[in-house]
């Protein structure tokens, strides 16, 4: 969100993670890999002496030590206060306003509800099929998106039914065997990479993924990385 509104951030955490989950935006050239998301580098970032420092606490991640070497700007998605596209909205104007990048904010905000709008209406033909996200685990499990995601407010926006509407946990996802995607029939697949290599050469090989309805129909499609 730092880098959408114009700033590049000088370092973060788990740069491998960033790009292979994440993708996009691009981390400008010259940021720093503070090591893992767990376990950053506050020594590092303390030489760095930052004006801001940001992140998602409350995960096991103890703020204090952060607050120590600079303000601190915490980003609270997923803590149910509203749903995750409001909350990402309301935390888009909160981080501009910290930034001072506050016509950004607007602008992204903008920009995104605009692109949503103009894909529905592409959309406007399929959408009565139903549609799944998934993120493979391993080659026997898989999470599926549901209620309480990012992207099934992304649907709810396109006018797009999803076809997991079974429950999902906190974090707005199911973990389920991969046996379980019967239950969604012949609907369409989404299917977020990355998917490790050796992963992949296992469901390349899986009688029981092969057999699936969805993939038996050639409605599963995979895309490049999104982080929900």
Known sequence: MVIALGIGPVAVADTKGYRDWVAGPDLPAGCLDLGSRGEPNLELLLELKPDLITGAYGYGLDEAPFRRIAPVHTVPFYDGTEAPYRQAEIEALKLGSQLGREAEAQRLIQETAATIAEIRGRFSERAKRPLAVVS?????????????????????????????????????????????????????????????????????????????????????????????
């Not at 391993?138 to 407010?153: A, E, T």
């Not at 946990?169 to 379980?180: K, P, Q, T, V, Y």
Request: aromatic share 8%; net charge negative.
């Open 136 to 228: 493979m685990f391993d080659d026997r499990h898989v999470r599926v998106y549901g209620k309480g995601s990012l992207f099934q407010d992304v649907l709810d926006r396109l006018s797009l039914t999803n076809a997991w509407a079974a429950p999902t946990d906190s974090w707005g996802f199911a973990m389920l065997g991969i046996e379980e995607l019967v239950a969604i029939g012949e609907a369409r697949v989404i299917s977020l990479d990355p998917i490790p290599p050796h992963v992949k050469i296992r469901i390349d090989q899986s009688s029981l993924w092969a057999n699936l309805p969805c993939v038996k129909a050639g409605n599963v499609r995979t895309i490049p990385p999104v982080w929900p």
